[in-house]
């Protein structure tokens, strides 16, 4: 049964993978693509995601303290916002953060067990020792290991950026006004469960108060940017579930 979730797992993020590749392709090219690799993407997010929740947290208990601890749970928190996007009307860059996790969890399962069955392990350190994995999957644990740190720094920044188009589209009526209130709550958790959230959002912070300061605009910018932050500042201090261990299955 764990060798069968294993490999349903791995399947959710290939479906990933592979349906969220066609759909972007298409948007980065400007070429019209069916919504359905769209729904593909997240479903295989679901796949992957339902299954990680289930094996941490078990058999759902109707009582808070289970609903407590399952809310602070970044593998809920991002499968409850998979749910959203894939009953929602497509946006297409809200796909990238699962992509990105996708593409990292596909590289691990291939290298530890994909590889194994079809590459011979490398020779022994010392005689008589156990023998080491094939050159190539020495290199590819290499590249995860080294690109992990900048792919997660890119995926917070990505998800401000979200925030942002999902906020104008409701301003613009391009999507619907529940989405920037939606992910403003997922962010507000992120906030306090993500270091590289945290970062983010300084950075962002400051590049919006330097160009809301800009000598060429009026002070009302500024002055406005500053109670719009003053907002931000007193809603995000406001409590949120402790998280548990930090992991993005």
């Known amino acids: 049964m764990a060798a069968t979730q294993h490999y349903l797992w791995a399947g959710g993020h290939f479906l990933l993978l592979l349906s969220g590749f066609r759909y972007?392709?298409?948007?980065?090219?400007f070429k019209s693509v069916s919504s359905w690799w769209y729904k593909a993407s997240f479903l295989g997010a679901l796949m992957?995601?339902?299954i990680v929740c289930q094996k941490a947290l078990g058999t759902p208990q109707p009582n808070a303290a289970y609903?407590?601890?399952?809310?602070a749970d970044e593998n809920v928190q991002y499968f409850l916002v998979a749910i959203f996007w894939w009953t929602?009307?497509?946006?297409?860059?809200?796909?990238?953060?699962?992509?990105?996790?996708?593409?990292?969890?596909?590289?691990t399962f291939t290298r530890t067990t994909l590889m194994p069955q079809f590459l011979p392990p490398g020779p022994p350190l010392a005689a008589?020792?156990?023998?080491?994995?094939?050159?190539?999957?020495?290199?590819?644990h290499l590249w995860?290991?080294?690109?992990?740190?900048?792919?997660?720094?890119?995926?917070?920044?990505?998800?401000?950026?979200?925030?942002?188009?999902?906020?104008?589209?409701?301003?613009?009526?391009?999507?619907?006004?529940?989405?920037?209130?939606?992910?403003?709550?997922?962010?507000?958790?992120?906030?306090?469960?993500?270091q590289f959230t945290r970062d983010a959002v300084t950075i962002a912070?400051?590049?919006?108060?330097?160009?809301?300061?800009?000598?060429?605009?009026p002070p009302a910018v500024g002055q406005g940017w500053m109670r719009v932050r003053e907002l931000i500042v007193r809603w995000g201090g406001s409590a949120v579930i402790e998280p548990a261990a930090a992991r993005r299955d």
């Open 144 to 194: 995860v290991k080294a690109n992990y740190d900048t792919a997660m720094r890119i995926v917070a920044i990505t998800e401000l950026v979200i925030f942002a188009r999902v906020l104008f589209g409701a301003i613009l009526l391009r999507n619907s006004l529940m989405m920037p209130l939606v992910y403003a709550n997922f962010l507000h958790q992120r906030y306090f469960h993500s």
């Open 88 to 107: 929602s009307r497509p946006v297409t860059i809200a796909l990238l953060p699962y992509f990105v996790f996708s593409l990292f969890h596909a590289l």
């Open 67 to 71: 609903v407590r601890k399952a809310l």
């Open 24 to 29: 972007l392709l298409a948007w980065i090219m």
């Open 128 to 140: 008589g020792g156990p023998p080491q994995p094939h050159p190539l999957a020495k290199k590819l």
């Open 205 to 217: 912070d400051k590049r919006i108060t330097d160009l809301s300061n800009y000598p060429s605009l």
């Open 48 to 50: 992957s995601y339902f």
